[in-house]
């Protein structure tokens, strides 16, 4: 199962969504790399007729992810809200999330890289021991319970990586894992999916929305 340890840091309080009578909108978009996934959510977003907060969860460790950083800056709506969240994305969702308001996370497997080696599941895995890591279980299982209580609309981008060859790296088999378990939880809250291949939509869940 994709979270492994239960119990919570104790320097985390768990966050707790608002009530709200409106339903939520949530949707998930999938997809490999460059394969339009961005776009359309971008896309999406500014069809919703709501204020856009964009959630980047990426960090610019290197030269060449700042330049992709950049490259996504240079396609957002100058209007847009931005917010960089690493980490706590439930407690920003929580924080953040409106009925007038649309939510753009864009993404959640750089999301759950942070995760994996900010906290000690990525080292755990490499050593060949029980991956037990509590900011990976706390913070992955607190988005699961906040997402179908959020009000308002929230797109959430995730990158589809389990298409591929196993990879040999310990960390990298738990991301492949974790990610496909993680995308999997999501697709059942979403009241849309869809998965995106050379820029073409294709409609999973819920496409009549």
């Not at 080292?123 to 900011?135: K, M, R």
Request: aromatic share 4%.
């Amino acid at each position: 199962m994709l979270y492994r340890a239960s119990t919570e840091s104790p320097r985390i309080m768990r966050p707790r969504a608002r009530f709200c009578n409106n339903r939520p909108m949530i949707e998930l978009i999938l997809g490999g790399a460059r394969s339009g996934k961005s776009a359309l959510a971008e896309r999406r977003a500014a069809e919703s007729g709501l204020a856009v907060t964009y959630l980047a969860t990426a960090q610019a460790g290197d030269e060449e992810m700042a330049r992709r950083i950049a490259h996504h800056q240079s396609r957002r709506a100058p209007h847009w809200s931005l917010i960089e969240e690493p980490l706590h994305l439930a407690a920003t969702l929580v924080e953040q999330a409106a009925p007038d308001r649309c939510l753009l996370v864009d993404c959640l497997t750089l999301w759950l890289t942070n995760l994996l080696y900010t906290g000690s599941a990525a080292h755990q895995a490499e050593a060949g021991e029980e991956v037990a890591c509590p900011l990976l279980a706390f913070e992955t299982s607190a988005l699961l319970d906040c997402l179908p209580n959020l009000p308002g609309r929230v797109i959430l981008v995730s990158n589809e990586v389990g298409l591929g060859i196993v990879p040999l790296g310990a960390a990298t088999r738990l991301f492949v894992d974790d990610a496909g378990r993680l995308n999997q939880s999501i697709a059942r809250i979403a009241q849309r999916v869809t998965f995106v291949a050379a820029g073409l939509p294709l409609e999973l869940k819920g496409g009549h929305q």
